[in-house]
């Protein structure tokens, strides 16, 4: 049973568009990462949110943690080819297990 | 500044072979671990330690031994490869507690035939 289920799987889009990516648990979260991957090499962070509710903006990407801390979710605004990567959300407590992913490619 | 360094970056093993994927970090992180990635997947936890001496099972520990005798160093042993274990590894540390950011390497790709 995966702890962390992100959707949707896979994401094609045009330049321009936005997109939203969901991480859900039946689990609460203390603390929650979401890391971007590109091909050939590992995973770096992009964020990391902690208090229900909140919401962390990152350049034209905006991360909101859920009130009840058991869901998550990213917005990409007027996506970039350059945000082609595997999105992946993470869960933090003794130990990092991260989500199922979400693929997207964005086309110019 | 080097971060985490894993070799070798490619290996092809017979079935039935053993062998040591390496993993070495310069950042005095108390926290490493071990993931396996497979095609369109996320990443699944196969060992973790949190300091020299201390090792933990993850997700997928099954058929992979760790030690962790220096802060520095975290190998990852194939003991007798099967074919099921051809993936991309990966080696993450980190400052022990929750939030932290964890630092990757750049990936061993293992084929086993």
């Known amino acids: 049973t995966q702890l962390l289920e992100q959707s949707p799987q896979f994401l094609s889009i045009q330049e321009g568009e936005n997109l939203t990516v969901y991480c859900n648990s039946s689990s609460v979260f203390s603390s929650l990462q979401w890391y971007r991957q590109e091909p050939g090499e590992g995973p770096v962070l992009l964020v990391t949110?902690?208090?229900?509710?909140e919401v962390k903006k990152l350049k034209r990407l905006t991360f909101q943690f859920g009130d009840a801390r058991k869901d998550s979710s990213l917005h990409i605004t007027a996506a970039q080819p350059g945000d082609t990567g595997l999105y992946l959300c993470a869960l933090t407590s003794d130990k990092l297990i991260f989500g199922t992913g979400t693929r997207l490619q964005v086309f110019p | 500044n080097a971060g985490v360094t894993q070799t070798p970056k490619f290996q092809v093993l017979k079935t039935g072979q053993s062998m040591t994927l390496q993993c070495a970090q310069d950042?005095?992180?108390?926290?490493m671990s071990w993931y396996r990635q497979d095609p369109g997947m996320g990443l699944r936890l196969i060992h973790y330690s949190v300091g020299a001496g201390i090792t933990d099972q993850g997700e997928v520990p099954n058929g992979y031994n760790v030690s962790r005798s220096t802060t520095e160093d975290f190998p990852l042993r194939l003991l007798s490869a099967a074919p099921s274990q051809t993936s991309v590894y990966f080696c993450a540390s980190s400052y022990q507690g929750e939030g932290t950011e964890a630092f990757f390497g750049q990936g061993t790709r293992l084929t086993v035939v």
């Open positions: 950042m005095n992180h108390e926290y």
């Open positions: 949110v902690v208090t229900g509710g």
